[in-house]
């Protein structure tokens, strides 16, 4: 499955950054598959400009800098200077994008092409398993702005303005008003993407080498430079382009007798590729009504209205405009607050069980709801401080409890053996996501847990993963299916009627501490070294909960499948693709309250980048999915 791939190759970079692994064995474990196929076995495919799709739109260098600083850091540097931490590892230098000779014969298709399909005979991975086109298309934009700036950039710009506008347009369209020939279209990302600076000057000297025959060579590269931003936004230019986009929608006030919708202000936040790229904002008309014109119309872009009431954030569903479509409908629902939490329900409940040498891993993944219809904001309880919302019991002698979305003392407040949220649960199905997983340790090779849930809980799969002698007993479950992911297969357990509370489970045949995991056995019949994971359906113990990132993209894997099931099984009528693109729109959602947050000081640097990393990273897994289901790849 391409996605166990890329998912490896998230937990190997994620090593890289903490100085868990060698580079040499987090490669091996990022390009072996459960066949133990390397794809250094396979030659990287040579350049093929027909492999190489054309950006839809100009790609954003600024959009580009995260999914470079994430992925291509390790090798390239942070600053392109070919020095990252694992540079010296490799059989041959990273190039360097900070060196301006180092991309002047190299087009950005080239740069693209390397990227997406790798470069194994160099240890450079194929991002393609783990990047879309258009992300790949971001971070080469940033890679090849790490060799210029904004000084020599708009140099560039003065002498192209000077001498060259004339003829090919001011903004490189080839309309110039004193062109009496067909000129080049700078602004064609597909004639663009194609040819290399120096092809560009070699076509400059061959056409007329008497225009800027004086300037120096650092002022023609310099104007070349300026050129280049035709096609694609550097990180010191301003990344959203006006347009003749129009959404408009109405704020609507569900609570019944509320306040009135009229004066508050609706926040129109626009995003490339999960960045925050602009943000406009109106007043709510008295019947509801905001209008936002003159919007980019580029495909790439989503778009939310966001509308704060009482202190709590409330959104539209994510807008995008089609080539077809240049005017958008939407509509925000506010509510009034409560302190009366009796509407609180669980709405999914999905839990995975994985046996570790010593240990069992839990990983608790819950989707709240709210009945009612005001927004629940908490109440308080003894030993906080803070007013709380939904609960959940931890067992008592539960280990490194964590949660993806959150940390303990921060989000999440624990009395006792109970963990509560703080964060609001807005009235309707799923509108509160908490995914929280902790350790159980043992003694021998049984145990036996228990969970008890303050709420009813409409729906729960639980997955078990099959070992040899692993013997399960879940009383009030039964087994109705098994999955598959990369070789390990888990048990689907499903309640044969109502959930009860507590959910027992009964576990034998556990693995020992210091015994040997079967998982980390390879092919050949030798033990993988302690460190390295078991299997891409477990999250590593290199130390609790090191990646983190990857248990986050692991849950929500898994969750995906048998997210799928419940709603087959609940609605009957809901598509795999709705159920993947409502995930992708609450996630998106999430990262924006996210950047909120930060924007007004409520979460520091560190973890603001920190839970962001966690959030994209999952919102990859997820688009990833739905780009393979359009592909036909995804089975439901």
């Known amino acids: 499955m391409r996605i166990i791939r890329w998912l490896r190759r998230i937990y190997a970079h994620s090593l890289l950054r903490s100085g868990g692994l060698s580079f040499l064995a987090m490669l091996v474990l990022a390009v072996t598959t459960a066949t133990s196929v390397v794809y250094a076995q396979q030659p990287s495919p040579e350049f093929d400009l027909s492999q190489v799709p054309a950006p839809i739109s100009p ?128 602004t ?18 061959a056409a007329h080498s008497d225009v800027g025959a004086d300037w120096t060579p650092e002022q023609q590269r310099n104007v070349l430079e300026a050129v280049r931003t035709f096609s694609y936004t550097p990180p010191w230019a301003e990344a959203y382009r006006a347009g003749t986009g129009v959404i408009t929608g109405t704020v609507t006030q569900g609570t019944a007798a509320g306040t009135p919708v009229a004066n508050l202000v609706a926040t129109l936040e626009t995003y490339a590729s999960f960045t925050l790229v602009a943000n406009f904002t109106t007043t709510v008309e008295s019947g509801g009504e905001f209008a936002f014109g003159e919007l980019s119309t580029d495909p790439e872009l989503d778009y939310f209205v966001v509308v704060a009431a009482e202190g709590i954030r409330y959104n539209s569903p994510a807008l995008g405009f089609t080539p077809e479509q240049s005017a958008l409908q939407t509509e925000v629902v506010i509510y009034a607050t409560t302190d009366d939490g009796a509407g609180v329900q669980i ?55 964590a949660f993806e979305n959150g940390v303990l003392g921060g989000r999440f407040q624990q009395v006792d053996n109970v963990v509560y949220d703080t964060a609001p649960v807005l009235p309707g199905q799923g509108t509160q996501q908490v995914i929280m997983q902790y350790l159980l340790p043992h003694d021998g090779t049984t145990l036996d847990f228990a969970q008890e849930f303050r709420y009813p809980v409409a729906a729960m799969n639980l997955l078990i993963t099959e070992l040899p002698q692993l013997q399960a007993a879940v009383p009030g479950f039964s087994i109705t299916r098994r999955e598959t992911l990369e070789g390990q297969s888990y048990q689907l357990w499903q309640p044969d009627g109502t959930v009860p509370s507590p959910v027992a489970v009964q576990m ?23 460190e390295v994971p078991p299997g891409l359906a477990v999250v590593p113990l290199l130390q609790p909960w090191m990646a983190w990132v990857v248990g986050s993209l692991v849950v929500v894997a898994l969750a995906t499948i ?30 924006a309250h996210l950047d909120d947050r930060h924007a007004i000081r409520d979460l520091d640097d560190a973890t603001w980048q920190q839970e962001r990393a966690q959030l994209k990273a999952q919102l990859l897994y997820v688009n990833t999915q739905l780009q393979a289901l359009a592909d036909g790849q995804a089975k439901p």
């Open 347 to 401: 709405d999914q409940l999905h839990w995975i069980v994985d046996s570790r040498p010593g240990v069992v891993a839990i990983f608790e993944i819950y989707s709240f709801g709210n009945g009612g219809d005001r927004t629940f904001i908490g109440q308080t309880v003894d030993g906080l401080d803070v007013p709380v919302t939904a609960a959940l019991h931890v067992p008592e002698n539960a280990q490194e409890v």
């Open 59 to 186: 790609p954003l260098a600024v959009v580009g800098e995260p999914i470079y600083q994430e992925n291509c850091t390790p090798c390239h540097g942070a600053l392109g200077l070919g020095d990252g931490p694992t540079a010296a590892q490799l059989p041959s230098p990273a190039t360097a994008f900070a060196d301006p000779d180092a991309v002047w014969e190299r087009s950005p298709a080239q740069l693209f092409h390397t990227t997406k399909f790798g470069r194994i005979e160099n240890l450079m991975p194929p991002w393609q398993n783990r990047l879309d086109d258009t992300q790949i298309w971001q971070a080469v934009a940033y890679a090849w702005s790490l060799h210029t700036n904004a000084a020599n950039t708009q140099a560039g710009a003065d002498l192209y303005a000077q001498s060259c506008a004339g003829c090919h347009g001011p903004q490189g369209t080839g309309d110039g008003a004193e062109t009496t020939v067909t000129t080049v279209d700078f």
């Open 508 to 530: 034998t045949g556990l693995l020992q501490a210091g015994e040997v995991d079967p998982r980390t056995v390879t092919a050949e019949g030798e033990s993988v070294a302690a």
């Open 562 to 591: 048998i997210g799928w099931s419940f709603y087959q099984q609940r609605t009957g009528s809901r598509d795999r693709g709705q159920e993947l693109r409502d995930q992708s729109a609450d996630l998106i959602e999430r990262i």
């Open 188 to 205: 064609n990302l597909s004639y663009a993407m194609a040819n290399s600076q120096a092809d560009w000057l070699d076509g400059w000297q």
